[in-house]
């Protein structure tokens, strides 16, 4: 959910290799699960440090950022390496700062602590997110296995945020964390099935040029887009703490709202092409403010629990969409590559610029500002689409 999987050329089968197996594929949908899972399940993430360290929630918004923007970075810089280095070695790799970030995490006792060990996890959270877009592209079905590991990571995003606060209650936080851990080894266990990489692809559309307003455009809106997403998801926990709600009232909003955005992605790949995608990232905008504007004041728990349910579906509805225009932009797969990292960036501004309004210990005017940026992001969209048609 949290990201749209690229679909890099260079990761098609050449000539004699073998298309992505079964097995593979679950290897890859294991691998990027690992690799996304602070993104899947944000708010809970920051409770759990909350309750683990006293950290303010300018605090908290700080190390969701350290943890996103090093994820993004390691994103980008996979991009590089994925023609010239064995995949099965670079995930390990990523594996292992996952979970050495977060057994770092369990133990650690301040907010430097904590930023610098989800650095780290955020690191090998790139690293295993990149490849595993990648093994996707080698698939018969490249869109049915980016399909799968979507539904894949929004269900065991939604189980793992309804049932958190009474893991939590129970085994207490390090625990959790040394949890986390553990999933990077067993992901590890399958790098066998996991495609060496490594394919040049040769491609007819190798002398297609980029239409470069269409893609600074649409990389510029991708980038403020998720901004604005990540600045309500990843406080949404937050939020509703601070109208009284209790631990289990608000997982059941994000675990409603995370199985609301499997049924956002299913719509837009059911969205007949006709038409086209001005309307359709045009209304899923209107659907997010006003999810976001459902979260300003005190909110009952069936406010917060519809808020989050449309605020999950229209962002998972817009998700393939953007990915469709970064996609038209290059036909040879650059911009829409270049999509992984630039939104991974934004998710990781998105709460440190909430965490320069929260002096006043209020989120109205995080909300408000959300809501703009939103809907500028979208507007730089659709100009980029309008021009490029």
């Known amino acids: ?17 073998h298309a992505l197996g079964m097995a593979g594929l679950a290897a890859g949908v294991l691998v990027g699960i690992v690799g996304a899972w602070t993104i899947l399940i944000t ?17 908290l918004g700080y190390v969701a950022a350290w943890d996103i923007n090093a994820m993004a970075l390691t994103i980008g810089i996979s991009t590089f390496l994925l023609p010239r280095w064995d995949w099965r070695l670079c995930v390990a790799a990523g594996l292992s700062l996952i979970f050495l970030g977060n057994v770092a995490t369990a133990f650690s006792a301040s907010y430097g602590a904590v930023a610098a060990a989800r650095a780290i996890a ?19 079905n490249p869109d049915r296995a980016f399909a799968i590991y979507l539904v894949t990571g929004a269900l065991s995003g939604a189980l793992a945020l309804l049932y958190l606060p009474t893991l939590q209650e129970r085994f207490g936080t390090q625990a959790l964390f040394m949890v986390n851990g553990a999933f990077a080894l067993i992901a590890a266990a399958g790098l066998r099935w996991f495609p060496h990489g490594r394919v040049a692809a040769d491609d007819p559309r190798a002398t297609a040029q980029v239409k470069k307003r269409l893609a600074v455009l649409s990389l510029l809106g991708v980038f403020f887009y998720f901004g604005a997403i990540s600045a309500m998801w990843s406080y949404a926990e937050r939020i509703g703490q601070s109208s009284g709600l209790d631990a289990d009232q608000i997982a059941r ?7 609301a955005g499997m049924a956002g ?23 997010s403010v006003i999810s976001f504007r459902m979260l300003d004041g005190h909110l009952a728990p069936t406010i917060f629990i519809v808020a989050m349910i449309l605020l999950l579906f ?10 469709g225009v970064c996609s038209d932009a290059d036909p040879k797969g650059r911009v829409v590559c270049a999509m992984g990292s630039i939104q991974t960036f934004g998710m990781g501004f998105g709460p440190a610029a909430v965490a320069l309004t929260l002096g006043s210990g209020s989120f109205s005017i995080a909300i408000w500002g959300s809501c703009a940026v939103l809907a500028a992001s979208l507007l730089i969209v659709i100009a980029g689409i309008r021009t490029s048609s």
């Open 253 to 259: 909003g994000l675990a409603f709202g995370t199985f």
């Open 122 to 140: 955020g690191m090998g959270e790139g690293i295993a997110v990149g490849f595993a877009f990648a093994a996707f592209g080698r698939a018969a």
């Open 1 to 17: 959910m949290e990201l749209t999987p690229p679909e890099p050329v260079c990761s098609r089968p050449g000539p004699g290799e």
């Open 43 to 59: 708010p809970g993430l920051l409770a759990v440090l909350a309750a683990q360290v006293p950290l303010s929630d300018q605090q």
């Open 265 to 287: 992605a299913a719509l837009a790949g059911l969205t007949p092409r006709r038409f086209g995608r001005v309307w359709p990232l045009a209304m899923s905008g209107a659907v």
């Open 314 to 323: 229209a962002w998972n509805y817009a998700q393939p969409l953007l990915s």
